[in-house]
């Protein structure tokens, strides 16, 4: 009996125990519920108490943290910079969004219903490399009239831009060839007073690459539907004008004759011209300066070739073109229709360019991959140019410059390192938009930015801009780093004074 009195203890005594743990859970849960599901409460005070990061770019994820946010992203509002911020999500205690493009003055405000509150700290907005419109207008089905002559903001349309070039003399004008099936003249683009104008090339079907003579004269390749005895490379001698246009007045003179030439360059160290045949792949060189300007060599047909052959491409009947490194160690050639790029090195003794080899992609591989050497694939790649890596500068490397290049048919501007990595600047971006991997959007170069068959390239050392001639939107683009405004710019300046006097 004894026993049973004491079982029954211990029984009530184990339930009492277990009575007292609930209680406790449940007004540990009472008192510390989940905020982070409160709706707002318009009779509590919104606070913010902190947010990350501190500084970045636009279109950054920044995550808002403080108290009575509420859950409905329709009563809430944030601004950065005083520019509106992209809601994702709420959580009562933090808010999840995307930071603007071009938020400078950084300032975080916070509105959930009726308040607003601003943070006690603010964004530090770093400025990045976007794209933006320079000129060109057209209708949504890409219909515009030609301008000859007007200001960037109505200058028409851009028809078949292929090949930039500044004038070396005048570093504010930009020289666009452009390609088609009619009689293209050169455009001039001048870059200070942001107007174009046309310069007209009499008889000339079209002219495809532009470069200059070591005395800054002029050089067009001029592939032409006729005979051998037309002319394929054309020069114009520079003459002098006030507004920087020196061609204005200039006719041309024929530098080598033929009917498939739609590439060529001058060798800086040599000063010779380099050109190429299209049918046969064949790349000729010519000193003009020794040989005069009338006595051409005719390709193909002419005396003497053998004696001007430098060498040969891979492929025929495919169009190519050249850019020599700005240091002379050696040319890259660029296999428009081949989707790939080779390079020819510069030979110090016998001051000429030798056989070519394969740096990226691989001969009818077309295709989007950002990988090393042969293995990278591309699609139609289109002008390039060398840029200036300060950090390969700073490491003291052989080669101090990167080739950034249009990928026409990939919609985009590819990298290639002198080691051999490709790897994509811009275009493609804004992926929710669609499928597809063209259009016309502006805005960070690669998460927002897209092109619609980029073929033309120039970059500006100086202001660190590139121009591109985005031929299937019929405008020319540019890619440059954000510049904050002017009243802006000066408020910061004061800001950091007062900051070094305290």
Same mark, same amino acid.
């Given at each position: 009996?004894?026993?049973?009195?004491?079982?029954? %203890?211990?029984?009530?005594?184990?339930?009492?125990?277990?009575?007292?743990?609930?209680?406790?859970?449940?007004? #540990?849960?009472? $008192?510390?519920?989940?905020?982070?599901?409160?709706?707002? $409460?318009?009779?509590?005070?919104?606070?913010?108490?902190?947010?990350?990061?501190?500084?970045?770019?636009?279109?950054?994820?920044?995550?808002?943290? %403080?108290?009575?946010?509420?859950?409905?992203?329709?009563?809430?509002?944030?601004?950065?910079?005083?520019?509106?911020?992209?809601?994702?999500?709420?959580? =009562?205690?933090?808010?999840?969004?995307?930071?603007? *493009?071009?938020?400078? *003055?950084?300032?975080? /405000?916070?509105?959930?219903?009726?308040?607003?509150?601003?943070?006690?700290?603010?964004?530090?907005?770093?400025?990045?490399?976007?794209?933006?419109?320079?000129?060109? $207008?057209?209708?949504?089905?890409?219909?515009?009239?030609?301008? /000859?002559?007007? !200001?960037? +903001?109505?200058?028409?349309?851009?028809?078949?831009?292929?090949?930039?070039?500044? $004038? !070396?003399?005048?570093?504010?004008?930009?020289?666009?060839?452009?390609?088609?099936?009619?009689?293209? !003249?050169?455009?001039?683009?001048?870059?200070?007073?942001?107007?174009?104008?046309?310069?007209?090339?009499?008889?000339?079907?079209?002219?495809?690459?532009?470069?200059?003579?070591?005395?800054?004269?002029?050089?067009?390749?001029?592939?032409?539907?006729?005979?051998?005895?037309?002319?394929?490379?054309?020069?114009?001698?520079? &003459? #002098?004008?006030?507004?920087?246009?020196?061609?204005?007045?200039?006719?041309?003179?024929?530098?080598?004759?033929?009917?498939?030439?739609?590439?060529?360059?001058?060798?800086?160290?040599?000063?010779?011209?380099?050109?190429?045949?299209?049918?046969?792949?064949?790349?000729?060189?010519?000193?003009?300066?020794?040989? &005069?300007?009338?006595?051409?060599? /005719?390709?193909?047909?002419?005396?003497?070739?053998?004696?001007?052959?430098?060498?040969?491409?891979?492929?025929?009947?495919?169009?190519?073109?050249?850019?020599?490194? @700005?240091? &002379?160690?050696?040319?890259?050639?660029?296999?428009?229709?081949?989707?790939?790029?080779?390079?020819?090195?510069?030979?110090?003794?016998?001051?000429?360019?030798?056989?070519?080899?394969?740096?990226?992609?691989?001969?009818?591989?077309?295709?989007?991959?950002?990988?090393?050497?042969?293995?990278?694939?591309?699609?139609? @790649?289109?002008?390039?140019?060398?840029?200036?890596?300060?950090?390969?500068?700073?490491?003291?490397?052989? +080669?101090?410059?990167?080739?950034?290049?249009? +990928?026409?048919?990939?919609?985009?501007?590819?990298?290639?390192? !002198?080691?051999?990595?490709?790897?994509?600047?811009?275009?493609? %971006?804004?992926?929710?938009?669609?499928?597809?991997?063209?259009?016309?959007?502006?805005? /960070?170069?690669?998460?927002?930015?897209?092109?619609?068959?980029?073929?033309?390239?120039?970059?500006?050392?100086?202001?660190?801009?590139?121009?591109?001639?985005?031929?299937?939107?019929?405008?020319?683009?540019?890619?440059?780093?954000?510049?904050?405004?002017?009243?802006? #710019? =000066?408020?910061?300046?004061?800001?950091?004074?007062?900051?070094?006097?305290?």
């Amino acid at each position: 009996m004894k026993c049973k009195i004491m079982r029954h %203890g211990i029984i009530e005594f184990q339930w009492m125990i277990l009575l007292l743990l609930f209680t406790i859970c449940f007004s #540990s849960c009472k $008192d510390d519920k989940d905020t982070s599901a409160e709706p707002y $409460d318009p009779n509590q005070p919104v606070e913010v108490t902190d947010f990350t990061p501190k500084s970045g770019g636009g279109r950054k994820k920044m995550i808002i943290y %403080g108290n009575n946010l509420g859950i409905d992203r329709s009563i809430i509002s944030v601004k950065v910079g005083g520019k509106e911020a992209i809601v994702v999500s709420a959580k =009562g205690t933090s808010i999840y969004c995307s930071t603007p *493009e071009s938020c400078f *003055e950084g300032t975080v /405000e916070v509105k959930v219903g009726e308040q607003t509150v601003i943070a006690s700290e603010k964004y530090q907005y770093d400025p990045q490399m976007v794209v933006t419109d320079l000129c060109g $207008d057209v209708d949504e089905l890409g219909q515009g009239d030609i301008v /000859e002559t007007g !200001p960037f +903001d109505d200058c028409g349309k851009i028809e078949y831009p292929f090949w930039f070039s500044f $004038d !070396p003399q005048h570093p504010n004008i930009l020289y666009l060839s452009q390609t088609g099936t009619n009689s293209r !003249p050169l455009r001039v683009l001048d870059l200070e007073k942001k107007m174009i104008y046309t310069k007209k090339l009499n008889d000339i079907e079209r002219a495809t690459t532009i470069t200059w003579t070591n005395d800054g004269d002029m050089i067009l390749a001029t592939p032409q539907n006729k005979d051998k005895k037309n002319k394929n490379n054309v020069i114009l001698k520079r &003459g #002098s004008s006030t507004d920087g246009q020196d061609f204005k007045e200039s006719g041309w003179v024929a530098l080598a004759r033929g009917n498939a030439c739609n590439g060529s360059m001058i060798l800086p160290q040599t000063g010779e011209l380099y050109f190429n045949h299209r049918a046969t792949g064949n790349v000729y060189r010519y000193n003009f300066e020794e040989n &005069g300007y009338n006595k051409n060599p /005719e390709v193909p047909g002419g005396e003497g070739l053998s004696e001007l052959l430098a060498f040969s491409v891979p492929n025929q009947t495919v169009d190519f073109s050249m850019v020599p490194h @700005p240091k &002379g160690k050696y040319v890259y050639i660029i296999m428009h229709e081949s989707h790939y790029i080779l390079r020819s090195n510069y030979d110090e003794e016998t001051k000429k360019l030798v056989t070519p080899y394969i740096v990226c992609g691989q001969s009818g591989q077309a295709d989007y991959k950002d990988l090393v050497g042969i293995n990278a694939r591309i699609n139609k @790649p289109g002008q390039g140019v060398f840029v200036l890596n300060e950090e390969y500068k700073a490491a003291n490397k052989d +080669d101090w410059y990167d080739f950034y290049f249009t +990928d026409t048919e990939n919609h985009c501007i590819r990298i290639l390192t !002198p080691d051999g990595v490709v790897s994509t600047f811009a275009g493609r %971006g804004s992926a929710s938009a669609s499928s597809y991997k063209w259009g016309k959007q502006n805005g /960070e170069v690669r998460e927002r930015a897209r092109f619609n068959k980029p073929i033309a390239l120039a970059y500006d050392e100086v202001t660190k801009t590139f121009y591109i001639g985005d031929s299937g939107n019929y405008k020319i683009r540019k890619i440059a780093k954000e510049q904050a405004p002017d009243d802006l #710019s =000066g408020e910061e300046s004061n800001d950091n004074q007062n900051q070094e006097n305290q």
